[in-house]
């Protein structure tokens, strides 16, 4: 999703108590606290409509991460973690070793695209772009580009759950894409209780779920990919607060950019664990996800 730097704004319906709609800022930039949750309802408990398991993160360790990456998508695969970054004129392609704040292979995109999602499919990484509908495909170890791949819509997020290539384009939907063609196979409408998801971002597939960034929020979602319903509702908000702050002691330099919206989730198989960041955070984070009662009674022994 889009930077304040676009100084665009776009209209996100969101789903208030009543059904009232209200309005949503289109950029990243400073918008990480809505005023909205469009995944919030008084009518999300009626029976016939389980609500999610409430869960928190663990976490286990910290490693340092590049605060200009406006990060949009990423992975893990090979022992290096794949970055996709956004803002037009600075959207590029990145691998770097977990920790590493410089990549060690880089390319930029276009000036007039917009990176987003990234996912891999065997040899080949496919790259969403915002607003042109353009798919982008790079060869895994050189990061030479392939033929590109026209698509309607926005592009967010995007992940490879061994068949399909799942993508979200900020409303509730997640599309399930050939990864030969990119042509939608199947829709899955997202529902937390009773209440459509909107605003589903930056997608990671584990298993027969996909984990979600919510725009806008602190939060993510387990959604099973079958049904589309979101098994587990988690809480990242704690990672906030573990992010450095003040500024550089050297004058001479600028100052990082300020964190934004929490963005970027990695199954990292070396530890079974997740890598979550966000858009110029100077840190991820290896966390596990637990039951928030669970989380309680670790600090209690902590």
């Not at 709609?21 to 990243?28: E, L, P, Q, T």
């Not at 934004?260 to 955070?281: R, V």
Request: charge should be negative.
């Amino acid at each position: 999703m889009q930077g304040v730097v676009e100084n665009v704004w776009r209209v996100v319906p969101l789903v208030l108590g009543l059904g009232i709609a209200s309005m949503g800022v289109a950029g990243c930039g400073g918008c990480n606290q809505a005023s909205g949750d469009s995944s919030r309802s008084g009518s999300e408990g009626n029976p016939g409509f389980a609500l999610p398991e409430s869960m928190t993160v663990q976490v286990h360790r910290v490693h340092n991460h590049n605060p200009e990456n406006f990060t949009q998508g990423l992975l893990w695969h090979g022992d290096f973690l794949y970055e996709s970054t956004g803002l037009r004129g600075q959207s590029t392609l990145q691998r770097y070793r977990l920790g590493e704040e410089v990549a060690s292979h880089s390319v930029s995109l276009d000036s007039s695209l917009f990176g987003e999602g990234l996912a891999r499919v065997g040899s080949t990484l496919f790259q969403l772009t915002w607003t042109t509908g353009t798919l982008l495909r790079w060869n895994l170890s050189d990061f030479q580009a392939q033929a590109s791949l026209k698509y309607e819509g926005e592009g967010w997020g995007l992940c490879f759950n061994g068949t399909h290539l799942v993508m979200s384009d900020g409303t509730d939907t997640l599309r399930f894409r050939n990864p030969e063609t990119f042509e939608v196979v199947r829709r899955v409408k997202v529902l937390r209780g009773n209440v459509p998801v909107r605003r589903l971002n930056e997608l990671e597939c584990v298993g027969d779920d996909v984990y979600a960034n919510i725009w806008q929020r602190d939060t993510l979602a387990r959604i099973d990919a079958k049904t589309g319903r979101v098994l587990q509702w988690i809480d990242a908000s704690s990672l906030r607060d573990r992010l450095p702050t003040g500024s550089l002691t050297n004058t001479d330099m600028p100052d990082p950019p300020p964190p934004e919206a929490l963005n970027g989730i990695a199954f990292h198989t070396p530890s079974q664990h997740f890598l979550l960041t966000g858009k110029n955070w100077p840190r991820i984070f290896e966390v596990e996800f637990v039951a928030k009662s669970q989380q309680a009674v670790a600090w209690v022994h902590h």
